[in-house]
């Protein structure tokens, strides 16, 4: 049964995004489903992200001992590899594992052939991960928000395309013992009061409103929940689960605010054969995949037992999902010209393949009673017409069962928006003319001509409400191609999607008997793209999204809101802000800014915008706010703005323990270990918390001067946009922009630790003292915020470099000028110094073996010792050493006994280089 279910969540995802499928006989509307925006999302960015969650609890030793599970989330592995290459989507896979803890096993992957071995290696290892004490939804649903959470940014702030297959045999229940969760503070799991309030405050945490179930919708994050209800378990103990996937419980108890769109789907495994075919009729965005019944035929094939689709060129692949309620029965399939193929069950779950009319079908029996084939169009002449299958009972025993069979046909066709453009488009008006048309899985366009049956390509934008609009009338296959223009009349200002809806039939096909068969509709395949839609002409515009960076604390945080253009803009004080997110413990949140007079501007400005939060935790605020816009002087044109917001929230850090650690080795005197300071150093050798932007940009320097595409360095607008993930709290190790920063103590007992910044095949170097470190990378202080670094490669060209910037969020304008000065000023000395370094370090020196370009390490934390006097030249550069002085900075020897250049043992320990 748990293969069952693991098995066709795979159909069901992949027929979501794996192209065009076969429709329903009778559509189920035009209503979105969360497997169908999944699969519309993958189909435009073209790359996204699955999480497999697996439970780990030990109720698995019971319920699964041969460990199903494993078989079927390796066959799903094995589909959607298969799936990417062929639709030339790159799907990230990551495999994490909960019981009382969630627990990473692999880390995010390419998912490919390449790959494939290593993931499934990774699945292997859950046949003995059956050893888990509970089963803690909250865990499982609050680790896979952060994963998801901490994956890059879309260069245009939109979501990425993200996705969690989550599996459970089991209800929320936890192991009676001493011990609590984060989540019932002050609660023990020691009695069995105790742990139905533990579930309690789990359910009550995740199902709130702004509850960790709303902070995975409002990211986009589609949820996939499978109740695997076998051994002990009853369908009622999955009534949560399922609320949390889709949003409410088969008896209407509802988990969290955010219903729409579709949060995700749930289906409880229960029979293999009837959950085959329940997982696959909800594979497509609303529409069930082609569904036939009929009787079987007795010892041949017969006509009234067929299960009939029509092929045509513009299809490349048909997957079936076929059933008959008696065993012993041989499926069989027919192809055009009469020509057959038997499938008959040598065993269960093995590959088997076989040759019909010049077409390969590779099938595999997933019961005694379901069989699952595939074909695809390899250029056989009998691949366009009517194909069938067949069950065929040899003995003539079993004349009354019954067979039924899904049909999924795939042809890769996308809708298109050709030669897209991002351009600016308003509400109340209609767009420029765009060009619509057909491509295929590699992107390249297909004329519509083409295909032998019809299409018909439709145009709608749904808004920031979720409602649909029509926005171009549908365009026959022969008008696909055309301009056309989309009528934004009716669509409101906010944050917006354009979908794109491709309908296409096959050709009919003559059958046998000499009669015609209609050609197959298969399902819509849509496309979505983020398309924020401003304010009429005239009006001021808004962000759609906006990040207000880190609050640190509680109490009132000052932030600002960037407007474009001439206008008025307020808080709309007859709408409350909507929260979709906020964690724990925060207590009120209330975001206030100018309500009853507008501010007015003539030009671009900010509006001043206030948080007021009651306590500090961590986590995230996410939400969304009304304003009001017109044009100045024209207040009674006053139009509602939708802008969503976030801000990451924070406990202010405890930065006590080092100098609690310092003053008692002060106290007690000398004849404290060392490894007590080294221990205090090491506490506090963390990147501080706080919101930061982080940008890399190719630069050639030139005399001295620092250019970006031939013109004086400068920042434009749209850069450094993209925050740094994990900043919510201190760390050691960060991703900022594809540089790798890490922490590092160093060797003095005393003094602050440092950053290193590595860029892969590049020396680094920084406006910190030193510069470079040991290994060649740029060395930064702790507090990286407002600093900036420079890589290079000595042996390209001596003009090219990356500088990259590291600016907080809650930097001013003034504060950035600061920064991008001084780069300007000593990036181009940087740069001769690390070719310098590189020429020194080439060969050897004594017989030592010690190098001039390299170093030489103090223990009592001098970064200078070692290094060759030296003149300072202008910007610091020292030729013949091996570190960059910063202009004001000391060259040569210093005191070996010296504290490290800047220390104040009585400052914060993450002051030195902070603009």
Not at 558 to 584: H, I, K, M, N, Y
């Amino acid at each position: 049964m748990r293969t069952g279910a693991l098995f066709v969540f795979g159909i069901l995802l992949l027929n979501a995004v794996g192209g065009l499928g076969v429709a329903a006989a009778q559509a189920a509307g035009n209503e979105s489903s969360a497997v169908g925006d999944f699969g519309s999302c993958l189909a435009s960015q073209q790359t996204g992200d699955l999480l497999l969650l697996v439970d780990e609890s030990s109720s698995l030793q019971t319920s699964d001992p041969d460990a199903a599970r494993v078989s079927a989330a390796n066959f799903l592995l094995d589909r959607l590899a298969a799936f990417g290459e062929s639709a030339a989507v790159d799907l990230n896979v990551a495999i994490a594992g909960f019981s009382s803890d969630y627990t990473v096993h692999t880390g995010w992957t390419s998912l490919n052939s390449g790959s494939l071995p290593t993931l499934k290696s990774s699945i292997e290892e859950f046949r003995t991960r059956t050893t888990g004490i509970d089963t803690d939804y909250w865990g499982a649903m609050n680790g896979a928000q952060n994963e998801l959470g901490d994956r890059p940014q879309n260069a245009d702030g939109s979501s990425r395309c993200q996705a969690i297959a989550w599996f459970s045999d089991g209800k929320l229940d936890f192991t009676e013992r001493d011990g609590s969760k984060p989540y019932a503070s002050g609660v023990s799991l020691g009695s069995p009061d105790g742990v139905k309030q533990v579930v309690a405050a789990a359910t009550e945490s995740i199902c709130r409103p702004a509850g960790i179930a709303d902070q995975v919708r409002s990211a986009g994050i589609k949820v996939f929940g499978i109740g695997l209800a076998s051994g002990t378990a009853v369908a009622a103990d999955f009534d949560l689960m399922q609320a949390i996937t889709s949003g409410a419980s088969g008896d209407g108890a509802a988990c969290g605010a955010v219903q729409a769109p579709s949060p995700g789907e749930f289906f409880l495994a229960q029979n293999i054969d009837d959950l085959l075919f329940a997982f696959d009729s909800f594979s497509t965005p609303g529409q069930a995949p082609l569904e036939r019944e009929s009787g079987i035929c007795v010892q041949q094939v017969c006509e009234d037992g067929k299960h009939r689709f029509v092929l045509d060129r513009s299809i490349s692949a048909v997957n079936v999902l076929a059933f008959a309620d008696a065993e012993g029965l041989i499926p069989t399939v027919v192809a055009p010209n009469g020509e057959q193929l038997a499938l008959p069950l040598a065993a269960l779950r093995m590959d088997s393949r076989g040759q019909l009319a010049g077409v390969e079908i590779n099938y595999r029996w997933e019961s005694p009673n379901s069989v699952s084939f595939s074909m695809s169009d390899a250029g056989s002449d009998q691949w366009q017409g009517v194909w069938a299958l067949v069950f065929v009972d040899p003995t003539g025993t079993a004349a009354q069962a019954r067979s039924k069979s899904n049909i999924h046909i795939s042809g890769n066709l996308f809708p298109a928006w050709l030669g897209q453009k991002t351009t600016a488009v308003h509400t109340g008006e209609k767009t420029s003319a765009i060009e619509l048309g057909i491509v295929g899985a590699d992107r390249a366009p297909i004329d519509p001509a083409s295909l032998l049956g019809t299409a018909e390509l439709s145009v709608s934008v749904v808004d920031s409400s979720g409602t649909v609009h029509d926005v171009a009338a549908p365009l026959p296959k022969d008008r696909i191609g055309e301009s056309v223009e989309l009528d934004l009349t009716d669509v409101p200002p906010g944050d917006a999607t354009l979908r794109l809806t491709l309908d296409v039939t096959t050709a009919d096909a003559p059958r046998i008997d000499g009669g015609v068969e209609p050609g197959t509709a298969l399902t819509a395949q849509s496309v979505d793209i983020a398309l924020p839609i401003a304010p009429p002409i005239g009006y001021p515009s808004l962000p759609a999204r906006v990040d207000f960076g880190t609050l640190e604390g509680a109490g009132v945080f000052e932030r600002s809101l960037d407007v474009t253009g001439a206008g008025c803009v307020r808080l709309d004080s007859s709408q409350s802000v909507s929260f979709t997110g906020s964690p724990d413990g925060i207590g009120s949140v209330a975001l206030t800014g100018p309500a009853e007079e507008a501010q007015c501007l003539e030009s671009n400005g900010t509006l001043p915008v206030s948080i007021d939060i009651e306590n500090a935790v961590n986590g995230t605020v996410s939400g969304t706010m009304s304003l009001l816009v017109s044009p100045v002087g024209e207040s009674d044109r006053e139009i509602s703005v939708p802008v969503q917001f976030t801000a990451d929230v924070q406990k202010p850090v405890d930065t006590g323990t080092f100098w609690l650690t310092l003053i008692v080795a002060l106290l007690l005197g000398p004849g404290i270990p060392l490894l007590l300071l080294y221990a205090g150093k090491w506490l506090t050798a963390k990147i501080p918390p706080g919101g930061l932007k982080a940008q890399q940009f190719p630069i050639e320097i030139r005399n001295g001067e620092v250019l970006r595409d031939g013109r004086p360095f400068a920042l434009r607008d749209r850069d450094l946009v993209d925050s740094v993930r994990g900043m919510h709290e201190a760390t050691r190790l960060l991703d900022a922009a594809g540089v790798e920063l890490r922490t590092h103590v160093g060797l003095s007992p005393v003094g602050a630790g440092y950053v290193s910044a590595h860029l892969p095949g590049m020396l680094g170097a920084s406006n910190s003292n030193p510069a470079t470190d040991k290994d060649g990378n740029a060395h930064l202080p702790l507090a990286v915020h407002n600093s900036w670094a420079v890589f290079h490669d000595p042996n390209g060209s001596p003009e090219a470099a990356t500088l990259l910037l590291l600016i907080g969020t809650d930097a001013d304008s003034n504060r950035v000028e600061r920064v991008l000065d001084d780069a300007r000023r000593n990036v181009a000395d940087a740069v001769s110094q690390l070719r310098g370094r590189s020429v020194d370090t080439s060969g050897t020196h004594g017989d030592s073996g010690s190098q001039p370009g390299s170093p030489i390490a103090d223990p009592f934390g001098n970064p200078q010792a070692g290094a060759h006097q030296s003149s300072a030249q202008p910007g610091g550069y020292v030729p013949d050493g091996s570190t960059w002085t910063p202009p004001g900075a000391p060259a040569g020897n210093a005191d070996p006994f010296a504290p490290p250049s800047g220390f104040d043992p009585f400052g914060p320990p993450d002051s030195r280089g902070r603009q």
